[in-house]
């Protein structure tokens, strides 16, 4: 997914129900040196119709729209735009595009290959957002003459961990799909709020639920094995770890670490590598089977990589894992006969920070 933020201008919201036409045109301008030069350098020189699947979200929050657009370059220039219909509001929600103005936000996320087939794009206001339109103000630094900036899936989840308590129920961002866990993807990362009130984010299509629970299990087992290059990395060699769960998948726990070196006297540990492209903070999941094993076994760690990315992450290794273990079982006695739980969503920050570390994962 290749993802821009941009400021929008008259002519952006001129493509809104609500809005005016700007000079005659409805159109939202995709800046060439980021649409062509980074994105899809492919359509250089093409001046076809690129059909896509354009997916609206927001301001503050409310039912993505789906509908089908064209992006197209202007015959006699570099402009791409793009163009189409005008967005009206969705049955229900009148004067939904109202509230945009100029200087609020647009987030485009791209995703196809060699060219754009489904473009997400998440509208941002001062008025609805208050909080998230402030956080890429500060982050994003637009002037006159940058008004468009292509961002990584690391700032979006930044942008979405800092702005996060301004929603009661999913985050405008969460439709663009970036949910790290399968327990993410399923309930969100307040479990709780979820299951009581419908969420704001709206519908999710079946395709669109298999999409993202597919991609959760790449990043799941991604993060595993950056874990098995940071052991690498820091002086482990390969008859001093196993990566027990890649080959067996419900395995309560990935790695059984022979000599901890990051430990005094390099003790065997058994790691679970929790990870996430957000900051350490973001809620990480356990389920009762590694709560039991951790409670039993007194020598478990978990593997925080937290802001992966493509290039870098951050490791912090966790402990107190037994003690945190027994407690959270102990809490599951008082349930009623019958009810049954099978993992915890929990904040990181109950585990004492044994070790931390930088690593760069890739060129």
Same mark, same amino acid.
């Given at each position: 997914m290749k993802i821009a933020i941009k400021l929008l201008s008259d002519s952006d919201l001129s493509l809104f129900e609500g809005h005016? *036409?700007?000079a005659g045109r409805r159109t939202v301008e995709l800046d060439a040196n980021i649409f062509l030069g980074e !994105?899809?350098?492919?359509l250089k020189g093409l001046y076809e119709q690129v059909a896509i699947s354009l997916v609206v979200a927001g301001?503050?929050?409310?039912d993505a729209q789906r509908l089908t657009r064209e992006i197209q370059r202007a015959r006699g220039s570099g402009r791409w735009c793009l163009e189409g219909e005008r967005i009206h509001a969705p049955v229900g929600k009148p004067g939904r595009y109202d509230t945009l103005t100029v200087g609020d936000y647009g987030i485009f996320a791209f995703d196809g290959v060699t060219r754009p087939n489904i473009v997400t794009l998440v509208l941002v206001s001062a008025h609805d957002d208050p909080r998230l339109h402030e956080v890429i103000t500060s982050r994003c630094g637009f002037t006159a003459q940058r008004s468009i900036v292509a961002?990584? /899936?690391?700032?979006i989840a930044e942008l979405r961990a800092v702005s996060g308590v301004a929603y009661s129920g999913e985050h405008p961002l969460d439709v663009l799909g970036f949910r790290d866990t399968v327990e993410e993807v399923l309930f969100g990362d307040t479990a709780t709020a979820q299951i009581l009130e419908r969420p704001s984010g709206g519908s999710m299509l079946h395709a669109d639920l298999r999409q993202q629970l597919h991609s959760a299990g790449e990043f799941v087992q991604?993060? /595993? /094995?950056l874990f098995g290059m940071w052991l690498v990395a820091s002086g482990h060699g390969e008859e001093e770890f196993e990566w027990v769960s890649q080959t067996h998948v419900r395995s309560v726990f990935d790695y059984e670490v022979?000599?901890?070196?990051w430990?005094?006297? *390099?003790?065997?540990? !058994?790691?679970?590598v929790k990870s996430t492209r957000g900051p350490f903070e973001r809620p990480l999941h356990l389920t009762v089977g590694e709560l039991r094993f951790a409670a039993r076994m007194g020598c478990c760690r978990i *593997?925080?990589?937290? *802001?992966v990315d493509g290039n870098s992450m951050m490791v912090r290794i966790l402990a107190g894992v037994e003690t945190v273990a027994g407690r959270m079982l102990r809490d599951l006695d008082a349930f009623p006969p019958g009810a049954l739980a099978e993992s915890f969503q929990m904040d990181p920050m109950m585990f004492e920070v044994e070790w931390e570390a930088v690593l760069e994962s890739r060129s």
């Amino acid at each position: 997914m290749k993802i821009a933020i941009k400021l929008l201008s008259d002519s952006d919201l001129s493509l809104f129900e609500g809005h005016v *036409a700007y000079a005659g045109r409805r159109t939202v301008e995709l800046d060439a040196n980021i649409f062509l030069g980074e !994105f899809y350098p492919g359509l250089k020189g093409l001046y076809e119709q690129v059909a896509i699947s354009l997916v609206v979200a927001g301001p503050g929050g409310g039912d993505a729209q789906r509908l089908t657009r064209e992006i197209q370059r202007a015959r006699g220039s570099g402009r791409w735009c793009l163009e189409g219909e005008r967005i009206h509001a969705p049955v229900g929600k009148p004067g939904r595009y109202d509230t945009l103005t100029v200087g609020d936000y647009g987030i485009f996320a791209f995703d196809g290959v060699t060219r754009p087939n489904i473009v997400t794009l998440v509208l941002v206001s001062a008025h609805d957002d208050p909080r998230l339109h402030e956080v890429i103000t500060s982050r994003c630094g637009f002037t006159a003459q940058r008004s468009i900036v292509a961002v990584s /899936e690391l700032l979006i989840a930044e942008l979405r961990a800092v702005s996060g308590v301004a929603y009661s129920g999913e985050h405008p961002l969460d439709v663009l799909g970036f949910r790290d866990t399968v327990e993410e993807v399923l309930f969100g990362d307040t479990a709780t709020a979820q299951i009581l009130e419908r969420p704001s984010g709206g519908s999710m299509l079946h395709a669109d639920l298999r999409q993202q629970l597919h991609s959760a299990g790449e990043f799941v087992q991604w993060g /595993e /094995e950056l874990f098995g290059m940071w052991l690498v990395a820091s002086g482990h060699g390969e008859e001093e770890f196993e990566w027990v769960s890649q080959t067996h998948v419900r395995s309560v726990f990935d790695y059984e670490v022979r000599s901890a070196k990051w430990i005094n006297g *390099a003790p065997v540990v !058994f790691v679970c590598v929790k990870s996430t492209r957000g900051p350490f903070e973001r809620p990480l999941h356990l389920t009762v089977g590694e709560l039991r094993f951790a409670a039993r076994m007194g020598c478990c760690r978990i *593997a925080r990589l937290y *802001a992966v990315d493509g290039n870098s992450m951050m490791v912090r290794i966790l402990a107190g894992v037994e003690t945190v273990a027994g407690r959270m079982l102990r809490d599951l006695d008082a349930f009623p006969p019958g009810a049954l739980a099978e993992s915890f969503q929990m904040d990181p920050m109950m585990f004492e920070v044994e070790w931390e570390a930088v690593l760069e994962s890739r060129s």
